[in-house]
């Protein structure tokens, strides 16, 4: 699946056109690389989303064509989250 596509179906961004602009922007990148809005994820990829001053790492559990608001967050695991140089919520 598309990396655009990715985070627009596990609700890490709202929209597939704000996920295409981040990657445009080059803040979005795939397992340490800069990602491309084409780009392929699968499970067991990294993705660090830069959000403003807000950087979260996430690796990707299972990929799904589409997934209830419920199950979107089944499909990745939150690594970090950090604000500005704070860790806003420490996983698990």
Do not use: Q, W
Not at 24 to 46: I, R, T, Y
Not at 61 to 85: H, I, T, W
């Amino acid at each position: 699946m598309r990396i655009d596509k990715f985070l627009k179906v596990s609700r890490l961004t709202k929209r597939r056109e704000t996920a295409k602009e981040l990657c445009d922007d080059h803040d979005v990148f795939l397992n340490g690389k800069a990602a491309k809005p084409m780009s392929e994820v699968s499970a067991g990829d990294e993705i660090r989303l830069l959000l403003g001053r807000r950087e979260v790492v996430v690796r990707v559990l299972e990929v799904r064509p589409y997934a209830r608001k419920e199950e979107a967050s089944s499909m990745y695991e939150v690594l970090s989250d950090v604000v500005n140089g704070r860790v806003e919520d420490e996983p698990a």
